[in-house]
């Protein structure tokens, strides 16, 4: 199946820095990724999709300007979380589809962001 | 707009007994099911997906799930259970509005006795 990475796997951070993750599709080109958060305990929320070369489009009470999204080639996309502060802690999992992927959503491995 | 329900926030099942993780969705269109399983700290790994095609998917590790359009269900079984199951196990739906948008149900905890 295709392969999606992330990086950093995981990170801690000062509040009040900001942070970004990557989203790689490692061998297919992905026309639309997604990040989701997820809380411990908790299931996947979608915060954002993204389609390449286009302005993310947001889920309803996600901060875009929290949340920035580029997503300015076929197999990368990345996540900034600015100024982040200790509640934005959680696990950060992104996914992509795109050209032989029949629909489905390949998923990173995720990114577990602390901030102190 | 989609959703889905998982009944049972945790099951606890004996080794070498049947799993049922049961899943309900509502979609306004032809939907795309999904189980997907998460071990700790991990992101998610595709058990099978549902596309119209067969309506019994067989997924990997034995798993298999039946899509019944009747019931809106799409229900996860594995004959007999190993320890290696537990795990946190997630059905979702997607349809091609909104891009293949994915929706997530809140998962059902997985808990294998030995």
């Known amino acids: 199946g295709a392969v999606v990475s992330q990086h950093p796997s995981w990170v801690i951070c000062k509040s009040g820095t900001s942070v970004k993750i990557e989203c790689r599709s490692l061998d297919f080109q992905a026309t639309t990724m997604f990040w989701y958060r997820q809380f411990p305990k908790q299931s996947l929320m979608l915060m954002a999709t993204?389609?390449?070369?286009?302005?993310?489009?947001?889920e309803q009470g996600v901060e875009k300007d929290k949340f920035l999204i580029n997503h300015a080639s076929l197999t990368l996309s990345t996540l900034t979380v600015t100024s982040a502060h200790p509640e934005d802690s959680s696990f950060y999992i992104c996914s992509a589809t795109g050209s032989g992927t029949s629909g489905s959503q390949f998923f990173g491995p995720g990114t577990r962001l602390t901030v102190l | 707009a989609q959703s889905v329900t998982q009944l049972g926030s945790h099951v606890s099942v004996s080794e070498g007994a049947l799993v049922l993780l049961r899943c309900n969705y509502s979609s306004s269109v032809p939907p795309y099911l999904f189980w997907y399983v998460q071990y700790p700290n991990q992101g998610l790994q595709l058990l099978l997906k549902?596309?119209?095609?067969?309506?019994l998917v067989k997924g990997i590790n034995g798993f298999e799930a039946e899509f019944k359009k009747s019931e809106t269900s799409f229900h996860l079984t594995k004959p007999s259970a190993h320890m290696s199951d537990a795990a946190e196990y997630f059905c979702?739906?997607?349809?091609?509005?909104?891009?293949?948008?994915?929706?997530f149900g809140a998962g059902t905890r997985l808990f294998v006795k030995a």
């Open positions: 979702a739906v997607s349809d091609n509005t909104g891009g293949f948008k994915t929706i």
């Open positions: 549902y596309t119209s095609a067969a309506t």
């Open positions: 993204s389609n390449e070369g286009s302005k993310a489009t947001y």
